[in-house]
């Protein structure tokens, strides 16, 4: 296929319905995710205070699901676990379209957040084992794209169902979210043995991931790297509102761009980054956002006319990092993880993306109260500190840090 290889595509045979599962759960999850806390407020009538505690205490006690998923993924395999959470996240968003009661919600609310941790923590370890030899990156950029595609399609629609008005936008979103996640699991049961199951040879029992220092400095490193990626949508909107003298609406139109740029280049950017060492790669994506950072923080110290062309290139910078960090960054763990013990190594890497969503916005709120530029500087400091650990890393790592084709 040399036009799916001119795009920086992987050879897709026999694995589409895993990709067609990735973008109907993305779609549902863009479609109701952004209306949940909303549908607890005007539908089930619980007071907003209560709802925002009610998700925070589910996501805290969904905190473990990594680890879980870190003891049982070598031995099931990462798509059952996958598949798994999808029949949960389905049963989760059933309970909501029914249910009123708030204890019932808040159980509702365990079951989606455990569910969301288990897709996350086995969705990578089954991208890599469906990879072809020397398509790993290719399919970490490729499942990317789709659940960035479906989720920003799944966006658009929320955005449609809120121009209705009433409690059937809502009713309507729960209904489509619940039915989107079984589909992908009826999906994703159809994929073929031999394209999930890796023959691993009995090596001896797998390493002790705690023992490993190299990869727990990865995960460190990439937990910056994360909290780059997060820190766009969480402090982009309250940097408008309070700080700059921009239109509220480019909020949503630099948002989008770049969900435009994750849903369409992660292939065109691997096929140019595959021949690299992904370590050097992860490399200049943290100095580009360590640039992003500056220019974020000098948007408060520019003439008022330049403020929205230096937000427009501060974006496209952020965009730029995002993309090579993206499918990349995976693919660095997917490479340098053990044969034996290689699923539970890649569940624990998810506690990077996972510590990154859990401190953004107080790392965000807490230096944006006492200046508003310390966010963007912190932030730069911090991602020349990831870069450099990954710099010192790439000298101990093993050589499949480098992509072979």
């Not at 790993?136 to 960035?148: I, S, T």
């Not at 330049?306 to 974006?315: Q, S």
């Amino acid at each position: 296929m040399p036009t799916a290889t001119s795009l920086g595509l992987p050879n897709i045979r026999g694995r589409v319905p895993l990709l067609v599962g990735l973008a109907i759960d993305s779609f549902g999850g863009g479609c109701a995710g952004p209306l949940l806390l909303l549908y607890f407020v005007r539908v089930a009538d619980v007071p907003l205070g209560t709802a925002g505690t009610l998700l925070t205490v589910a996501t805290l006690f969904s905190i473990a699901a990594p680890a879980a998923v870190g003891v049982v993924i070598d031995r099931i395999g990462p798509r059952n676990l996958v598949v798994g959470s999808q029949f949960a996240q389905g049963l989760a968003f059933t309970g909501f379209f029914f249910g009123r009661s708030l204890w019932l919600l808040f159980l509702c609310a365990l079951v989606m957040t455990f569910g969301q941790r288990v897709f996350w923590s086995s969705v990578f370890s089954l991208l890599s084992d469906v990879a072809d030899e020397g398509d790993r990156d290719r399919w970490f950029g490729l499942g990317g794209m789709m659940q960035a595609g479906g989720f920003g399609l799944g966006a658009l629609a929320a955005g449609a169902l809120l121009a209705v008005g009433g409690d059937t936008p809502f009713l309507i979103a729960m209904a489509l979210n619940a039915a989107t996640f079984f589909l992908a699991g009826l999906l994703l049961l159809r994929l073929h043995p031999s394209h999930h199951q890796r023959a691993v040879q009995d090596t001896g029992p797998a390493p002790q991931l705690r023992k490993d220092k190299p990869f727990l400095v990865l995960i460190a490193a990439n937990t910056v790297l994360a909290l780059c990626t997060m820190l766009l949508g969480v402090g982009l909107p309250v940097y408008v509102a309070d700080a700059l003298p921009v239109p509220p609406w480019l909020v949503g139109v630099l948002l989008a761009a770049v969900s435009v740029v994750l849903a369409t280049g992660q292939t065109l950017v691997v096929q140019h980054t595959e021949k690299r060492r992904r370590t050097n790669v992860l490399i200049v994506a943290g100095v580009t956002w360590a640039v992003w950072g500056l220019l974020m923080a000098s948007l408060l110290h520019i003439p008022t006319w330049l403020v929205v062309p230096g937000l427009i290139l501060a974006t496209a910078v952020f965009a730029f990092a995002d993309v090579l960090h993206a499918a990349t960054s995976n693919a660095l763990a997917a490479a340098v993880a053990p044969v034996v013990g290689h699923g539970k190594y890649l569940s624990y890497w998810q506690y990077s993306f996972t510590f990154a969503s859990v401190l953004a916005p107080a790392f965000f709120a807490q230096l944006f109260e006492v200046r508003h530029e310390f966010p963007w500087l912190a932030l730069t400091v911090l991602a020349l500190a990831a870069a450099a650990t990954i710099l010192t890393l790439d000298r101990i790592l093993p050589h499949s840090t480098t992509q072979r084709r």
